[in-house]
């Protein structure tokens, strides 16, 4: 039975209100990091897959970076690895980094290639190893001691973050018409391997790429204010006053500063929204009305 011509018409106008955006968009780097609990939901990976072809065949460069925290939390539990936390962070010793290579550069980064193949594209698998394409160092972060009131320094272990990116692999993928999945697994100088933040390795690429558009896709809507209602745009000026009066929280106040350097470093805008939301990538990129919160410069 055929749809109703009405129907039909409203797809139409759809496709027509999204030229301009395509327009914007072609022959643009998009990089967009997948991750959160959405990874884990079937119907949502391949709302996400097909997102991610369209881009592409819409004549966008996309590349996918993901994370994998939940998936490695099993694996290490299935193999009796109990991790230790400090500052509420995982500390990666050398069994845990093992763990983490194979399931980011190995199951999960294969499966997302998997899905998005099924869905008619010609996707990649890597990681930050392959071709030197990321090296890393190892990550420093700090704590306030809760009894002395003083910045204490926390060892991580394999935890790095981004040194220099090697953009001459990514290029030569993009020119073959192939989309990057990348896995945030790199060498440091010393030929260790780290296990880097999904986000600061997004940021990064994004940032070496001069890439239009950076996406991270999160677990919530978007930056929220002291009410928990959505902003819809914010400046870098904005944002560091928000982390400054406490607006901005917890696991937000990373990603954040991720999206200021990528800005700094030559993207366009960066855009952090729900990856739970159904095509949450191609409203925010191919419509007018957004997915989450967009950061620009100025």
Request: charged residues 25%.
């Amino acid at each position: 039975m055929k749809e109703p011509l009405p129907n039909v018409h409203v797809r139409a106008e759809v496709l027509v209100q999204a030229l301009p955006h395509m327009q914007r968009y072609d022959q643009e780097i998009v990089v967009i990091k997948y991750g959160g609990h959405a990874m884990g939901d079937r119907a949502a990976a391949e709302d996400f897959a097909e997102d991610i072809v369209l881009l592409e065949q819409s004549g966008l460069k996309p590349i996918v970076v993901h994370g994998g925290g939940p998936q490695i939390g099993r694996m290490l539990g299935r193999l009796g690895i109990e991790s230790e936390f400090r500052g509420g962070l995982r500390v990666t010793d050398e069994a845990t980094v093992e763990v983490v290579e194979m399931v980011l550069a190995g199951s999960i980064n294969k499966q997302i290639v998997g899905w998005i193949s099924a869905e008619g594209g010609r996707a990649i698998g890597l990681c930050g190893k392959d071709g030197n394409m990321v090296r890393a160092r190892k990550a420093t972060r700090t704590i306030i001691d809760p009894e002395s009131q003083t910045e204490q320094e926390l060892d991580l272990g394999l935890v790095g973050e981004p040194d220099h990116v090697e953009r001459g692999v990514l290029d030569a993928v993009l020119k073959a018409e192939l989309i990057p999945v990348l896995a945030p697994v790199a060498f440091g100088a010393d030929g260790q391997t780290y296990n880097v933040n999904a986000d600061t390795f997004a940021g990064a690429i994004a940032g070496a790429l001069r890439a239009k558009r950076l996406l991270l896709l999160t677990d919530v809507p978007g930056v929220l204010d002291k009410d928990k209602k959505l902003i819809p745009e914010l400046s870098i000026d904005d944002c560091r006053r928000l982390i400054a009066d406490g607006t901005i929280t917890g696991g937000m106040i990373p990603k954040v500063e991720t999206c200021i350097y990528a800005l700094e470093q030559g993207v366009e805008a960066v855009v952090i929204l729900d990856g739970k939301v159904s095509h949450a990538v191609l409203l925010e990129l191919f419509t007018d009305y957004g997915a989450g919160t967009l950061i620009r410069r100025s």
